[in-house]
């Protein structure tokens, strides 16, 4: 009995039930496809692909030793991890809202250390951001400055965010390239071989441009812009009244006797500069993420606000490490320029493993350009550009990507193809270079030269 009123109720629904989820199903799709249409901001158009994400799939499906991405897989020094480690069970405090702008601490400790650098006299609270890595600070000052049509400069070889950012603040990115000139007969290259033609930078300032990015010590080339360099760029930024973004979050990893000089620090630049840099390049503590921008007060009030009104505020766990990393450059503040100074120590070790590197590449036929600074070096790969030209991939691919892919599969090495850092009109014009990341513990560099030995007996075959 009850099974046929069941069977009776169901006919009897089934009908208005049915009409009313087609209904409702209907709008669902019309909606879904309504709302594919509006999605997506303009400012996203054209920035949705990143070879990044790639090249990291790639070198986790094969057996590699991963020379590609630009972090340390070794420990931060003993006085870092000792200060993380007291801020974490320190202060109960950092577990709860600090000031918006930076822990007081930190925020105090980077105005003093850099601001004799920097021949300023820094207040903690207008001169100083603290911000989520160098990568926030990048941000947050491209989206406080950059306007609808501004045109902003860029330097290129560039570290590959700069052109997405000025994009999705509205603005349009202007390159100048720079371009290498040949070593002497028998010698390698240098990051210094690649100079900038000062009539070329001058072409590319007009009445509309905003900025002029700049990078040094530079991703991915290593080059260390000289005094004389950075005085052309520092003059015609004031010529034509332009802002400087100048990322430096290499600048205590330079080698061979070079000295980093901060554009801030120039006659006449402090008032239209933005310096950014980065804890997790200072103290080889990448995932750290604490980053910071200082500048002119009229300036970094604007970014404030793209702070204040963004994230407002680091999580909780960032304090924490931002505890730790103002006692670090407090510890630095003690022994600069002296003996226990990890920015003379790191650099010493990381120049070991550069040379290492540059001899162990050499042996299979690669040839490095010897970097004055960074965490990277590049070789020149023309030489298997003319002996196999014709490796895997889209006809349009530059060749470096198609040789990095090769090289990962076929050599278990993971390097990250140049092109990749020039704009879209050059990336054929310097599809011959591939860069590899030397800050690296020892084993990984042995691991290294066991997969080139194997390679270069290959090569002897």
């Not at 870092?80 to 109960?92: L, R």
């Not at 590319?204 to 760029?233: I, M, Q």
């Not at 090495?413 to 879209?424: E, H, T």
Request: glycine share 6%.
């Amino acid at each position: 009995m009850f099974r046929r009123l069941a069977v009776i109720s169901a006919h009897l629904v089934w009908p208005l039930w049915g009409r009313k989820a087609a209904a409702s199903l209907s709008r669902c799709l019309h909606q879904t496809l309504t709302m594919a249409k509006q999605l997506p901001a303009r400012r996203l158009n054209g920035i949705d692909h990143n070879p990044w994400v790639e090249f990291v799939r790639l070198a986790k499906e094969y057996d590699v030793v991963n020379l590609g991405q630009g972090f340390p897989d070794f420990s931060p020094p003993d006085f870092a991890v000792q200060a993380f480690q007291q801020a974490t069970s320190g202060d109960f405090m950092l577990n709860q809202y600090t000031t918006a702008f930076g822990y007081p601490p930190l925020t105090k400790i980077l105005a003093s250390f850099f601001g004799k650098l920097l021949g300023q006299e820094l207040d903690p609270l207008k001169n100083v951001l603290v911000t989520v890595g160098a990568y926030g600070a990048l941000f947050t000052a491209f989206q406080a400055l950059v306007d609808e049509g501004d045109e902003v400069i860029v330097i290129e070889p560039a570290f590959d965010c700069y052109e997405p950012m000025t994009l999705m603040a509205g603005g349009r990115p202007v390159f100048v390239t720079l371009r290498p000139s040949p070593a002497p007969k028998g010698q390698l290259e240098s990051s210094n071989d690649w100079q900038l033609d000062p009539t070329e930078l001058a072409s590319k300032f007009t009445p509309r441009t905003k900025a002029l990015v700049l990078n040094t010590p530079n991703n991915p080339l290593g080059k260390v812009f000289s005094k004389t360099e950075l005085e052309l760029v520092a003059d015609l930024c004031q010529q034509h009244d332009v802002l400087c973004i100048s990322d430096e979050v290499y600048q205590w990893l330079v080698y061979d006797g070079h000295q980093h000089v901060s554009i801030a620090s120039l006659p006449g630049m402090w008032g239209r500069t933005l310096t950014i840099g980065s804890a997790g390049k200072s103290f080889s503590a990448t995932g750290w993420k604490v980053g910071w921008v200082m500048g002119p007060d009229n300036i970094m009030k604007h970014l404030r606000t793209v702070h204040q009104n963004s994230i407002f505020h680091c999580p909780t766990q960032g304090q924490v490490r931002r505890a730790a990393v103002a006692q670090c450059f407090e510890r630095e503040q003690q022994h600069f320029g002296q003996p226990g100074s990890y920015f003379l120590q790191l650099p010493r070790a990381m120049q070991l493993n550069r040379d290492h590197m540059i001899h162990s590449l050499e042996s299979v036929g690669l040839k490095p350009l010897i970097p004055q600074g960074s965490y990277f070096l590049i070789a020149d790969i023309s030489d298997f550009k003319s002996k196999m030209p014709n490796l895997p991939g889209a006809v349009d691919e530059p060749y470096d990507r198609r040789f990095a892919k090769w090289m990962i599969k076929n050599k278990g090495l993971v390097a990250i193809p140049v092109s990749i850092f020039f704009s879209q009109p050059h990336r054929k014009d310097f599809d011959h270079y591939i860069r590899f990341c030397f800050v690296k513990d020892e084993a990984t560099l042995q691991a290294m030269d066991e997969r080139l030995q194997k390679w270069k007996r290959e090569l002897q075959l």
